[in-house]
């Protein structure tokens, strides 16, 4: 944590991402409106009731921006957890055991790599139907691949380490090889890697809601409510500026977090 304190940038990341998930984790506790509840208040400005002002249908947009968090969480940290275990997993064995598992993992991965990233989630999606479970596998299916190559590189160099070959000189078997000496040396890569696939899977999943494919109205997702915000931007702008502010804190903070990560863990920096 001190040598995390030094980087500014991970501490403004943290502290982004620390109040996104404060808002999202104890969002059904806190003194807000009922997000689906109608009113004839429409289309009003922001007041000291409704600090972000209304929706068209006159719910309150502060406690539907707040409840959207909630959503894209669930979805950004089961998505990135799933896509973590599968791409750890697979990276681990192809780079460890090589041959023709490496290469038949390799060209597996290839195939997903073909493909843009949104585009390849959209599809699945649209395969699946639109609901916040299928983005979450999808979003895991897309980010396996990455994971995969981000284990896969340092374990063809750490097999190859002294402390490994002793390791197995004195009958460590590979379970144990990889689970002592070779998983511990790779937690700081991860854990970058992750807070920047958790920024990723929230952009996608707004931009998927946006189009119709995740949570459905009235469900409070910050995509919905942009999509929703688009046609009265002329005269009732806060519709769109509150969800949009949302997502860019959420993934700025991911993304600062990242970096500042990636920094502090790299021993070349301290």
Avoid at 48 to 60: I, N, S, V, W
Avoid at 137 to 157: C, D, K, Q
Wanted: net charge neutral; proline share 6%.
């Amino acid at each position: 944590m001190r040598i995390l304190a030094r980087e500014p940038t991970a501490v403004i990341g943290l502290g982004l991402v620390g109040v996104y998930a404060f808002v999202a984790l104890t969002v059904s506790f806190l003194p807000l409106h009922d997000p689906l509840q109608i009113s004839t208040v429409r289309l009003a400005a922001p007041t000291a009731d409704h600090p972000f002002g209304t929706d068209a249908l006159g719910r309150d947009l502060l406690a539907r921006v707040f409840y959207g968090a909630r959503l894209s969480m669930e979805v950004a940290v089961l998505s990135v957890a799933g896509a973590t275990a599968a791409g750890g997993v697979l990276g681990l064995l192809s780079g460890y055991l090589g041959g023709l598992v490496d290469l038949a993992i390799g060209r597996a991965m290839d195939i997903f790599f073909a493909f843009p990233a949104i585009l390849l989630a959209l599809g699945i999606v649209a395969a699946l139907g639109p609901d916040p479970r299928n983005v979450v596998i999808a979003i895991a299916v897309v980010y396996t691949p990455i994971f995969v190559r981000v284990v896969r590189g340092p374990v063809l160099s750490l097999k190859h380490r002294d402390f490994v070959e002793a390791a197995r000189t004195i009958g460590a078997t590979p379970v144990r090889v990889i689970g002592r000496h070779i998983v511990p040396n790779l937690l700081s890569t991860v854990v970058v890697q992750v807070s920047l696939a958790l920024s990723w899977a929230v952009l996608t999943e707004g931009a998927l809601s946006f189009l119709g494919l995740s949570a459905q109205p009235p469900a409070p997702s910050w995509g919905v409510m942009l999509n929703e915000g688009r046609q009265y931007l002329e005269f009732a702008t806060h519709l769109a500026i509150f969800p949009g502010l949302a997502i860019m804190i959420a993934v700025l903070g991911f993304n600062l977090l990242g970096d500042g990560l990636r920094d502090a863990l790299d021993p070349g920096q301290r």
